[in-house]
């Protein structure tokens, strides 16, 4: 039969030191909060449920935390901040349904490879009772040290107790603990707070479990895994760490960087294949890019579609609605909100397309404007197949410009173009011979008048 493992996820901490308006959970790693990077691990490692501790932000962090999880998220609130051991009892009614396995986890902890987890579950599926993940940092100092004895976990010892033989050990508490589900509300129940601080550690259940002849061992896991965020810093950190990740997975798939640490992800970006990504991109939230589509320098998206063998940029902005069809192209200095450009048709620079349907081959010359908004609405701009918008023309919305049509430079349309028609809305040109001279004579004696005045 398969096992069950419950996941306990730790996520009531003040965070004061995040200087912070909100829960440090909740702030974001590759635009995803940090609870969620856990909680999506761990259903990634196969846990059947998630028990969340929570305390500021109760509600907002379990939301969070849920975000587009497909297993059942239990929220328990912890009102007095007593320790780890303390927190995850909190959640005894939950751990107590029963389960194979219980994991503990950090909110703030979100680079935890589900790897990691299969590893210790395995590991207590062998018959160790508690499984504790432990890393190996350059400089241990500051950090608990794991004591094994014969192949078994026989303690933690805090940095601050732990005599000079045990500080030279470099095996490190990554504080992520597997033990029996079975046993765990025992073992947490006999966790006691003879200490300086008067806590309950959850560090002593490994010697707990040793008294009641239960087998405990440590595994090792990369240090990334153990990174926790308590400082600002810490979390610019651990986003660098993360779009390392990000980018290496990508560029392993098929995806070209020209310079990979001037690109941006988000974790639901999707590239595809043969994707070419020069310096300086960012992708907020919600952007799928196509086979062979190329992004220029210095581009921003967000919750845009990007077709096939596309061309974006370079200084180019999609925003959230932006659909951009096979072999389209948006240009340098272009802005595209809410808007479908068709297969082949071409946004050109300096130009704004906001609330539009563009058709197929449609070419948007330099300096076009959109004008979608009145003040109150949005409006919709219709653009056919094949049509032609000369430079600098303003289309105001709603309007229709048909299949074929031509708008000339300089225009501001303000009703519908039928197909194959020419629409040209502009002030006539007069000229007058011999009249420059005359001016620039004039501006030359009121400036030479201004400046006698000023003197």
């Known amino acids: 039969m398969a096992r069950t493992c419950l996941a306990v996820v730790l996520a009531a901490g003040d965070a004061t030191r995040m200087k912070s308006s909100k829960s440090k959970v909740l702030h974001t790693v590759g635009n995803r909060p940090l609870i969620a990077h856990v909680t999506h691990a761990a259903a990634a490692a196969g846990v059947a449920k998630v028990a969340l501790v929570v305390g500021r932000d109760a509600d907002k962090v379990t939301q969070a935390a849920s975000l587009g999880l497909e297993l059942p998220v239990a929220a328990v609130e912890q009102t007095e901040r007593k320790g780890t051991g303390h927190a995850v009892l909190m959640a005894r009614d939950i751990i107590a349904e029963g389960f194979d396995d219980v994991v503990v986890l950090y909110g703030d902890a979100p680079l935890i490879d589900p790897a990691s987890l299969t590893a210790a579950t395995a590991e207590r599926a062998r018959g160790a009772d508690v499984v504790v993940l432990g890393f190996r940092p350059a400089d241990p100092t500051g950090y608990g040290r794991l004591i094994e004895q014969d192949g078994e976990l026989v303690a933690i010892r805090e940095h601050r107790d732990a005599t000079e033989a045990e500080r030279a050990i470099g095996f490190c508490n990554g504080g992520i603990i597997t033990f029996s589900g079975r046993e765990a509300v025992s073992l947490l129940e006999a ?6 601080k008067g806590e309950y550690y959850l560090t002593d259940i490994v010697e707990i479990a040793r008294a009641r002849g239960l087998r405990c061992v440590a595994i090792e896991a990369p240090e990334e895994d153990m990174m926790g965020c308590n400082t600002r810093a810490e979390l610019a950190g ?179 173009v039928p197909d194959d028609a020419l629409a040209i809305g502009r002030a006539r040109q007069e000229t007058k011979p011999g009249r420059a001279g005359r001016l620039r004579e004039k501006l030359a004696a009121l400036k030479a008048l201004k400046a006698a005045s000023r003197g």
């Open 191 to 196: 966790i006691g707070n003879d200490n300086a």
């Open 238 to 416: 651990i986003e660098a760490v993360w779009q390392a990740r990000a980018r290496h997975a990508a560029m392993l798939s098929g995806v070209t960087m020209i310079d990979p640490s001037s690109v941006f992800l988000s974790h639901d970006t999707v590239l595809g294949t043969d994707v070419v990504i020069e310096p300086n991109v960012w992708f907020g939230p919600g952007v799928r890019v196509g086979a062979g589509a190329v992004i220029h320098a210095f581009s921003h998206l967000e919750g845009a579609d990007v077709g096939p063998g596309a061309e974006i940029g370079p200084f180019a902005r999609l925003r959230p609605g932006a659909e951009l069809a096979e072999k389209s192209k948006v240009g340098n200095f272009c802005e595209v909100k809410k808007a479908k450009v068709g297969p082949g048709a071409k946004v050109n620079h300096l130009t704004y397309i906001g609330d539009a349907v563009i058709g197929a081959r449609a070419n948007i010359g330099a300096g076009t404007i959109t004008c979608n908004y009145d003040g109150q609405n949005k409006h919709l701009t219709e653009i056919g197949e094949g049509a032609f918008i000369g430079s600098n023309s303003s289309l105001v919305a709603p309007v229709r410009i048909g299949d074929g049509a031509f708008v000339g430079s300089g225009s501001v349309i303000t009703a519908d």
